[in-house]
């Protein structure tokens, strides 16, 4: 068994291939001088089974994972499993105006072609898994960055809307602290509308957690909201960060004392470690 991984996820692989006890593919890759992506296996993976790593964003990533499978077909490998520690294009899940297609779908059916199970981390919606054509799996890292905010001495956590109040009942029955959500309600695709509400926040270490961090808009009117009702401090906490444009200013400027994220998208704030749960439900197929 071998695992691989794209230049989109190699922290992960890395994490991966210790705790499996299993060594790492080497990979050539590289950019032709018109942007096109050049993969070869540097190890023989005949009758392996292998595990690829590698996130689906941004979109050159998708055509690195397309290209690392089918090498591996090419190569006669016996088996393999593809990791998705962040599946770009999730939140294309349906078809909101005529006429569009639905992203998720198109992208799920296409690394279905050359895999024989998928894994991935905190899929936006738990119906994705349903687009890909092999079995599929989902983990979550909310367990992960709880006890990495327990450290913090975090005493209240914050969802930033209803439909995320289980993730933040989750890490905060790790944590054995409160928990609560705020009101919003979301315009459009950039616009969010958050409604004020009294939370016990004075005095309190707060954490706002969700699955994705991306403009960084709904978490700066929540930082806003916590440091008017008194909050000690506000962190911010996510599986992925996607960090578009000016949101770490946002969230600064706002207030947050904090930013926290694992390393299913690899950036300055990937403090928390995405392999620990995939690696158990990996474990659990192999046995």
């Known amino acids: 068994m071998f695992v691989i991984g794209g230049n989109a996820s190699k922290s992960v692989a890395e994490d991966l291939s210790k705790k499996l006890k299993t060594p790492l593919a080497t990979m050539i890759s590289k950019r032709f001088p018109d942007d096109e992506c050049y993969i070869r296996l540097g190890t023989d993976v005949s009758g392996e089974d292998v595990i690829i790593v590698q996130t689906t964003y941004p979109n050159t990533n998708i055509v690195e994972l397309l290209l690392i499978q089918d090498a591996v077909v090419e190569a006669g490998a016996e088996n393999t499993t593809v990791i998705i520690p962040y599946f770009g294009y999730s939140r294309q899940d349906k078809k909101f105006e005529a006429g569009e297609p639905i992203s998720a779908r198109a992208i799920a059916e296409h690394i279905s072609l050359h895999a024989d199970c998928i894994i991935t981390v905190d899929p936006h919606k738990g119906h994705l898994l349903d687009f890909f054509m092999v079995p599929a799996y989902s983990c979550s890292a909310v367990a992960e960055i709880a006890q990495y905010l327990k450290k913090q001495d975090i005493d209240f ?121 995939i690696a158990e439900i990996l474990l659990k197929k192999l046995h």
Do not use: W
């Open 157 to 277: 956590v914050l969802a930033p809307d209803k439909g995320a109040i289980k993730r933040a009942q989750q890490a905060s029955d790790i944590i054995g602290c409160k928990y609560d959500y705020m009101e919003k309600t979301r315009i459009d695709g950039t616009t969010v509308k958050l409604q004020p509400k009294n939370l016990d926040a004075e005095n309190k270490k707060v954490a706002i957690i969700d699955d994705i961090i991306s403009t960084g808009g709904t978490m700066a009117q929540s930082i806003n909201e916590l440091k008017r009702q008194g909050a000690k401090k506000v962190s911010v906490a996510c599986t992925h960060g996607l960090f578009v444009g000016e949101a770490k200013e946002k969230l600064l400027s706002a207030g947050c004392d904090e930013i926290i994220s694992t390393d299913t998208i690899e950036n300055e704030f990937s403090k928390v470690r995405a392999a620990p749960c």
